[in-house]
């Protein structure tokens, strides 16, 4: 093989470094401040939910901590049981910075959960429609269609309405109303994946069906579904707070960010806005922080606004 | 030499809304052992579709009406998914257009490589890479334990080609269809391309079809040739007989229309009209309405017959002396 070494358009770039596509996927996020300031914020939120039971004064479920003495505190009072309440209480007598912590944790567990099981089942549904084709595919798309046309919140609420209250019972019906959302995405994707020249290329190389489609078709469609993924995960948390904030979603005795809003709802016009205010920010910074990184994740991901 | 690949008969027909496209319509032609069979002819004469055919990767609404298709002396014409796949990648290897586009973006080259031939032979990650790293060597590319490394869009296209051409090699295929392998690589490249593949041919043994409507490729590397023409073969015989002597008036407006030095200043021929409606061909000979030799007896549709050692669809062969160079 001497003619290869001679050949200079062959030997004239040697691969310097090999750079996987997620190194330059990682080095093109970064270049945002805000979607990097926002990745920061939301993963504080997270370290402090997580952290919760160990940096918060009170455990706002243990009844035997919550004092009716100490509610409707304004920021700063100092509690019972001798801790300052930087946020206040609220009715109850919960310290607000514990219940926001620990009503932080169900709402991301919620949201994170509600969107995982649906992305892998709205992944799953699409795939079989986009490679199946045929009746099948309009079955599935039109079953997905018809849910799309009512909104989220209203399927959501009519599904924990059926089934009742109870965080297990919430991820069901986040996910009964989330999951044909990536079940379009996908099947639009790999619609497109499949008619390209590399399935070919793979059936002409003798590759299964499943691997085609697992392997080839699926890796290729994981740049949108990410996007879906982020954006769809914090509307689930939205979506929690609101059934909550109705009154359907988790029980008083749990109080998620939703609950906690809902409990300092009627105080508002009597002056204790923080029952209220300090809850709805910090599920606002929660939401607004992953809307920010899919936000960027769809512009970096997007082959269409590459420089 | 024996025939590694036999068609005849062969009709590849799409039944779409609009009526039956009668894509290839009775096809016949041979390959053997280390042969290079040049198929010629423009977009849309059939000539992807045969190579499809062959493969059996046919979609809806089209499917393989008549014919048969012999491979190794067995039919593979119809015959189920399954055998179908044992052959794929394994005795018959293809070679696409845009090695942009074949290599899948998201895999590396090695992963590539592996899958290809683990789809067939039940060897171990190490024997297999071990395999595709001496399959890109035997293809000219430097330091092959780094570009194995590599995903496909850190290589050029020649290299990406060469990818495509050692990963059809690598299962020692007794046939390559390869299907404008060269059109979408600059000059330059296209050359080493070929050559590369014409060393493989010739060291291997591999039959290979060579699918192009570039004559000036297949003068170079083709040992005979096949010139199609809306779905049939119009012309068919030795590379020197056909590309010295076209018979056909269409391999002769073809072989007209390339440009070349030592005609420098005139004006290059061209075929008049366009290629013809799938859906409505002309009565008779396909090629009659941009025919200049067209006579009464064109009315109908010419057989196919043996005529000075070639086989040739024309009522009126053209006996022009020099056509090209």
């Known amino acids: ?84 309440m930087w946020l206040g209480s609220d009715g109850a007598g919960r310290d607000l910075y514990s219940a926001i912590l620990y009503g932080l944790r169900i709402s991301l567990t919620v949201g994170l ?26 079955l599935i798309m039109r079953i997905v269609d018809l849910q799309l046309s009512f909104p989220a919140s209203l399927v959501a609420l009519m599904m924990v309405a059926a089934l009742g209250k109870g965080v297990d019972k919430i991820i069901l019906a986040l996910v009964i109303a989330q999951w044909a959302y990536y079940a379009r995405t996908v099947r639009a994707t790999a619609l497109v994946e499949r008619g390209k020249e590399y399935v070919e290329a793979a059936q002409c190389l003798g590759i299964s069906q499943s691997r085609i489609v697992f392997r080839h078709i699926l890796p290729n469609c994981m740049a949108p579904l990410i996007v879906v993924g982020t954006v769809q995960t914090a509307s689930a948390i939205s979506l929690e707070a609101t059934l909550s904030f109705l009154g359907v979603g988790l029980p008083q005795t749990e109080p998620s960010i939703g609950v906690l809003i809902a409990n300092g709802f009627e105080y508002m016009l009597s002056g204790r806005y923080w029952i209220s205010v300090f809850p709805g920010a910090a599920l606002l910074l929660t939401v607004v922080s992953i809307n920010l990184v899919g936000d960027h994740l769809r512009d970096v991901l997007n082959p269409r606004l590459k420089k | 030499m024996t025939a590694v690949l036999e068609i005849s008969g062969l009709k590849t027909h799409f039944f779409t809304h609009a ?79 845009d090695p942009m ?39 000219g590319i430097p330091s092959p334990e780094e570009r194995l490394q590599a995903y496909p869009h850190q290589l050029s296209g020649g290299m990406r080609q060469r990818v495509a051409i050692a990963t059809a090699f690598l299962n020692k295929p007794d046939l390559i269809i390869a299907d404008e392998p060269t059109t979408a690589l600059d000059v330059t490249i296209q050359a080493q391309i070929i050559h590369e593949a ?12 060579w699918i192009t409507h570039d004559l000036a490729v297949v003068a170079g590397l083709a040992d005979r040739i096949s010139v199609m023409y809306a779905g049939r073969i119009v012309e068919q015989g030795g590379i020197d007989d056909v590309i010295d002597r076209p018979l056909h008036p269409y ?53 196919i017959e043996d005529v ?15 056509v090209t160079s």
Request: glycine share 10%; proline share 5%.
């Open chain 1, 1 to 84: 093989m001497t003619d290869a070494t001679t050949d200079s358009a062959m030997t004239a770039a040697p691969l310097a470094k090999v750079e996987t596509p997620f190194q330059r996927f990682r080095a093109e996020f970064f270049e945002s401040k805000i979607a990097t300031v926002a990745l920061g914020i939301f993963l504080i939120i997270v370290l402090l939910a997580i952290l919760a039971p160990w940096i918060t004064p009170q455990n706002p479920y243990d009844l035997a901590q919550v004092t009716i003495m100490d509610g409707r505190l304004p920021p700063g009072s100092e509690a019972f049981d001798g801790y300052t």
């Open chain 2, 308 to 322: 000075e050692g070639r086989r040739l669809r024309c009522f009126n062969p053209q006996r022009v002396a020099e």
């Open chain 2, 101 to 139: 586009m074949t290599l899948n973006p998201v895999l590396r080259v090695d992963t590539q490589m592996i899958e290809a031939i683990r789809a067939h032979e039940n060897v171990s990650k190490q024997t297999a890479w071990e395999r595709s790293r001496d399959a890109l060597g035997l293809v």
């Open chain 2, 19 to 97: 009526g039956v496209v009668k894509a290839v319509d009775g096809v016949d032609f041979t390959v053997s052992k280390g042969e290079v069979m040049g198929l010629v002819g423009e977009s849309g004469s059939g000539k992807s579709i045969t190579g499809f055919s062959i493969l059996g990767l046919i979609d809806q609404p089209g499917r393989i009406v008549e014919g048969s298709i012999k491979f190794n002396g067995s039919e593979i014409a119809n015959v189920s998914e399954e055998e179908l796949k044992k052959l794929r990648g394994n005795r018959i290897s293809m070679i696409f257009q």
């Open chain 2, 251 to 303: 391999t002769v407006g073809l072989l007209g229309s390339v440009p070349t030095a030592n005609r420098r200043g005139q004006r290059l021929f061209q075929i008049e009209g366009m290629t013809p409606n799938m859906l409505a061909l002309p009565e008779g000979c396909a090629f009659g309405p941009r025919c200049q030799a067209r006579k009464a007896a064109c009315n109908a549709q010419p057989p």
């Open chain 1, 113 to 138: 959960a509600s969107g995982v099981i649906a992305l892998l089942f709205g992944m799953a549904v699409g795939l079989i429609a986009a490679y199946a084709g045929g009746r099948i595919e309009v």
């Open chain 2, 198 to 209: 014409q060393k493989l041919t010739k060291q291997t043994g591999t039959a290979m079809i």
